[in-house]
């Protein structure tokens, strides 16, 4: 596929979004980025002086060595000396200073869009949203990176060689006092002639360098997009290793991950044969320019007109103009690199800054109780899902919501927790602090399961006998003595385990609104009672809205809506038929847990 040419403006947006991002820091470490970079400033300032001495010597080195002058030429070797040890201090100094602020600058974006990516639920909400931008862990972990670290790195090698133009025009303007060109009609002479020739010099290799390497952003751009969907790809086959292994799906994968670098192998190619036609011109650029200068001054030279420590002085002043001129040939491969990093970034940080789709729900938080009104979720493209007109949950109660896979009712479940903004209508719910949501699937941090078992609170919220005490009465004592240990708790306990967890959750942060989908999916029936008994024991204040289709979730709830399906939807709505069996409205009144789990089997 033809990659088409960066326009003027993307260039310029790239250099804006840059800008806006370097403010941002600023504001939030003023003195900080004052400091790093009038260091950074001070010391390209003492590199140029280096330089300036460097080319004096030059001068003056060989000036005697034309004169056969014994002692000046001692004394220009120690000068030479001490002309390397400030070199290497200035060098050192300004790679220190570029590293500190790249790094600086690069805490600060990332700490921001991990800030905004986990805001509100918008992580979730990115990874929904089909249309939604790519990989937001390789934008925050590697974009991040090299946008930084790479714009530091161009702006201040912009500043070095716009500092070192404007030193060493002035002394290779003087230096072409008397410059001329023999002609066989006679010689010209051209005032300035040195600088002219390394401005035409400059302007005709960046000419070539844009010529060449014009594709090289939108190469780089589908190189990052390539290489983020294989690594994404080899993510997915490790966090369901288990998974592909027994279904044999190997093959299918194979397929997958070749597919995926078979794209990247591609942008790679793209991206090698341009930086093999740039090299063309990268190999030998700088050498001729140590040449040139040589070649347009030796007649003044063989005329007597100049010594031969001038002669070289000028060939010095010509290539540190030179260099500064190319430094957009020098920078060109890394500068279509940057350009594609900073869109990443800034697409990410749009995409996290994007307000509320239009036409979301109205939502309310710190409401007395839950309330539905006139709800209909549906997908971010606009199909509908769900729709429940008015459905209220008072404190204190138990309400089902059933119905087949596949209707909706996880999606309800996300609304309610604030991840699904696509629909209409109204969400009133509670105080979220008192709120508690338990997922068919229980997220556990890494670390130990101590801090597995008190998330989201710090793991030393709580007494260690207090979380030995609610791993017993969910049948998780065999695990209480391992509260220490770190490990993948996640890959080690089996979803039962994993979702009697988050019941000891409840017994230690005791919410007053508790919702749940397929909370109790992997359990058997007789732990799956035992935990029911247990909120009904423990936590008898607090509400309950429980989603699932497990036939006989209704005996541990005071009332249940099925979800409907028709032809346009599906929406909740009372049973058909009355419940079969009679039961209070506590259906497992107070009862002493360990009782309760002890008389009956364990999950294995």
């Known amino acids: 596929m033809p990659h088409p040419s960066p326009s003027?403006?993307?260039?310029?947006?790239?250099?804006?979004?840059?800008?806006?991002?370097?403010?941002?820091?600023?504001?939030?470490?003023?003195?900080?980025?004052?400091?790093?970079?009038?260091?950074?400033?001070?010391?390209i300032l003492a590199q140029i002086a280096v330089d300036w001495g460097l080319a004096l010597w030059q001068r003056g080195t060989f000036d005697a060595l034309e004169a056969r002058d014994s002692a000046a030429f001692g004394q220009q070797i120690l000068t030479f000396g001490a002309l390397m040890v400030a070199l290497m201090v200035t060098s050192v100094g300004r790679l220190w200073s570029r590293q500190i602020i790249g790094f600086r600058w690069r805490r600060w974006l990332v700490l921001k869009l991990q800030a905004a990516i986990l805001a509100d639920g918008r992580h979730h909400r990115l990874a929904a949203d089909a249309a939604g931008t790519d990989n937001p862990d390789q934008r925050i972990g590697e974009n991040t990176r090299w946008a930084t670290a790479i714009a530091v790195d161009l702006v201040?090698?912009?500043?070095?060689?716009?500092?070192?133009?404007?030193?060493?025009?002035?002394?290779?303007?003087?230096?072409?006092?008397?410059?001329?060109?023999?002609?066989?009609?006679?010689?010209?002479?051209?005032?300035?002639?040195?600088?002219?020739a390394a401005l035409l010099y400059a302007g005709f290799c960046a000419a070539i360098t844009w010529r060449l390497g014009r594709r090289l952003p939108a190469i780089h751009m589908a190189r990052n997009a390539a290489e983020a969907d294989h690594r994404y790809g080899l993510i997915r086959l490790r966090e369901n290793s288990e998974a592909v292994a027994l279904i044999?799906?190997?093959?299918?994968?194979?397929?997958?991950?070749?597919?995926?670098?078979?794209?990247?192998?591609?942008?790679?190619?793209?991206?090698?044969?341009?930086?093999?036609?740039?090299?063309?011109?990268?190999?030998?650029?700088?050498?001729?320019?140590?040449?040139?200068?040589?070649?347009?001054?030796?007649?003044?030279?063989?005329?007597?007109?100049?010594?031969?420590?001038?002669?070289?002085?000028?060939?010095?002043?010509?290539?540190?103009?030179?260099?500064?001129?190319?430094?957009l040939t020098e920078n060109w491969p890394r500068l279509a690199d940057w350009r594609c990093h900073v869109a990443r970034v800034v697409e990410l940080e749009r995409a996290l800054e994007a307000p509320t789709p239009p036409g979301a729900l109205r939502r309310e938080e710190g409401a007395a109780a839950l309330q539905l009104r006139d709800l209909a979720l549906s997908t971010p493209c606009g199909r509908n899902l769900?729709?429940?007109?008015?459905?209220?949950?008072?404190?204190?109660?138990?309400?089902?919501?059933?119905?087949?896979?596949?209707?909706?009712?996880?999606?309800?479940?996300?609304?309610?927790?604030?991840?699904?903004?696509?629909?209409?209508?109204?969400?009133?719910?509670?105080?979220?602090?008192?709120?508690?949501?338990?997922?068919?699937?229980?997220?556990?941090?890494?670390?130990?399961?101590a801090a597995a078992l008190c998330y989201p609170a710090p793991p030393d919220t709580f007494a260690e006998e207090t979380l030995r005490?609610?791993?017993?009465?969910?049948?998780l004592g065999h695990i209480a003595?391992?509260?220490?240990?770190?490990?993948?708790?996640?890959?080690?306990?089996?979803?039962?385990?994993?979702?009697?967890?988050?019941?000891?959750?409840?017994?230690?942060?005791?919410?007053?609104?508790?919702?749940?989908?397929?909370?109790?999916?992997?359990?058997?029936?007789?732990?799956?009672?035992?935990?029911?008994?247990?909120?009904?024991?423990?936590?008898?204040?607090?509400?309950?809205?429980?989603?699932?289709?497990?036939?006989?979730?209704?005996?541990?709830?005071?009332?249940?809506?099925?979800?409907?399906?028709?032809?346009?939807?599906?929406?909740?709505?009372?049973?058909?038929?009355?419940?079969?069996?009679?039961?209070?409205?506590?259906?497992?009144?107070?009862?002493?847990?360990?009782?309760?789990?002890?008389?009956?089997?364990a999950l294995p």
């Open 156 to 196: 201040f090698g912009l500043i070095y060689a716009g500092v070192l133009l404007a030193s060493f025009a002035g002394m290779l303007w003087a230096l072409s006092a008397g410059f001329f060109l023999p002609l066989p009609s006679g010689p010209l002479h051209i005032p300035g002639g040195f600088l002219w």
């Open 386 to 449: 769900l729709r429940a007109p008015e459905v209220t949950l008072a404190p204190g109660e138990r309400l089902l919501i059933r119905g087949e896979s596949g209707s909706g009712k996880s999606t309800l479940f996300r609304a309610i927790g604030g991840l699904w903004p696509w629909g209409e209508g109204e969400l009133r719910i509670p105080c979220r602090r008192q709120s508690m949501f338990l997922p068919q699937r229980p997220y556990l941090p890494l670390g130990t399961l």
């Open 248 to 327: 044999g799906g190997e093959a299918d994968e194979k397929r997958g991950l070749a597919a995926a670098f078979g794209r990247l192998e591609l942008a790679m190619h793209r991206m090698f044969r341009t930086e093999r036609d740039l090299m063309w011109l990268g190999c030998c650029y700088m050498a001729v320019a140590g040449v040139v200068p040589l070649a347009l001054g030796a007649p003044l030279y063989f005329a007597g007109t100049v010594t031969l420590g001038i002669l070289m002085q000028t060939a010095h002043a010509f290539v540190e103009v030179t260099r500064a001129l190319c430094w």
């Open 481 to 601: 003595d391992r509260l220490g240990e770190p490990a993948r708790w996640d890959r080690m306990l089996s979803l039962g385990e994993q979702q009697r967890l988050a019941f000891a959750r409840l017994l230690l942060h005791r919410p007053r609104w508790i919702f749940m989908d397929e909370a109790t999916s992997a359990l058997d029936e007789a732990n799956q009672a035992a935990m029911f008994a247990l909120l009904a024991a423990e936590l008898p204040e607090a509400a309950l809205l429980s989603i699932g289709h497990r036939p006989g979730l209704d005996r541990y709830h005071d009332r249940e809506l099925v979800v409907m399906r028709g032809p346009t939807g599906t929406w909740l709505a009372p049973p058909a038929a009355p419940r079969a069996h009679a039961h209070p409205a506590r259906p497992l009144p107070r009862r002493d847990p360990h009782r309760v789990i002890r008389s009956r089997a």
């Open 469 to 475: 005490a609610a791993l017993s009465r969910c049948n």
């Open 8 to 43: 003027p403006a993307a260039e310029q947006g790239a250099i804006r979004d840059a800008w806006r991002l370097a403010r941002g820091w600023a504001r939030a470490e003023p003195w900080a980025v004052v400091g790093l970079v009038g260091a950074a400033l001070v010391l």
